[in-house]
């Protein structure tokens, strides 16, 4: 009875051991089932995560191509903006200059254009003290004939003045050309045709302040033609109509030297 008795008693010790063991061993399998799913479930927040993070870098780095792309873009647009302000300022300088030119273009062509209405418009004159309108040309054809006598040319200052009668019968000059005429004859030896120019201006216009110097050129160019007889009575009509003047003076010392 005492050997089975402490066999029994060591069976009961084994089994208990082996009751205590089991639970233990099943309950560390639990655990470790847990730890793999708690590893599984942290490797797949981690994996998403991970997924979570390349579609937020592919979407970042597509945002930033997308601002490079609209930043050369924008750089492309300034440099055009800047090559056509540069051409703006360039056509706008341009402009200025063309309108600067039609201004002055604007500016000698009124000062042409008054210029010429200047030179087309009748202008007054005042020839031996009496006042006038002519034409300008009128005016330029007489002080070309002028010019002429001037230079001593009295073939040619007879010409003109002669053409000039005959283009301008009713000339204010009229009076004034009668004389010179006379003038560029007597210097020319046209006796005759200086006579009848003198002649003609103390018949028209016998208040004329030439007219005496006409009267005394009458009885010269007659002396010239060896005719005085003509010239001493030309003198007397000078001595008569204008006592008073310097070419009666002349008359009489001339009247002297006549035979």
């Keep these: ?50 997924e979570q993070q390349r579609a937020r870098l592919a979407d970042l780095t597509d945002q930033i191509n997308q601002l490079k792309r609209g930043l050369l873009d924008l750089n492309s647009q300034l440099e055009q903006a800047r090559a056509d302000n540069a ?41 031996d003290g009496k006042e006038f309108t002519v034409e300008p040309e009128e005016k330029r054809q007489y002080d070309d004939a002028m010019a002429l006598l001037r230079k001593s040319d009295f073939a040619g200052a007879a010409n003109a003045l002669s053409a000039f009668r005959q283009r301008y019968p ?36 016998p208040d004329n302040p030439h007219a005496p110097e006409a009267l005394l050129a009458i009885a010269n160019c007659q002396a010239e033609l060896k005719d005085a007889k003509s010239a001493r009575r030309t003198i007397a009509e000078l001595l008569k109509s204008y006592p008073k003047s310097e070419a009666a003076q002349a008359g009489k010392d001339r009247l002297a030297s006549l035979k």
């Design 1 to 50: 009875m005492g050997l089975p008795y402490r066999a029994a008693r060591a069976f009961g010790g084994l089994c208990l051991s082996t009751a205590l063991f089991v639970p233990a061993a099943h309950a560390g399998l639990l655990e470790d089932d847990e730890a793999r799913r708690a590893i599984l479930e942290l490797r797949q927040k981690f994996d998403q995560n991970a």
């Design 170 to 205: 009713g000339s204010g000059y009229g009076e004034s050309v009668l004389f010179w005429l006379g003038n560029a004859q007597y210097g020319n030896r046209q006796y005759k045709d200086a006579i009848a120019a003198f002649r003609a201006l103390v018949t028209a216009a």
């Design 87 to 127: 051409t703006l300022r360039g056509q706008n300088e341009q402009l200025t200059r063309d309108v600067a030119d039609l201004q002055r273009q604007q500016r000698d062509l009124q000062s042409s254009l008054v210029d010429s209405m200047r030179k087309l418009a009748p202008q007054k004159v005042t020839v």
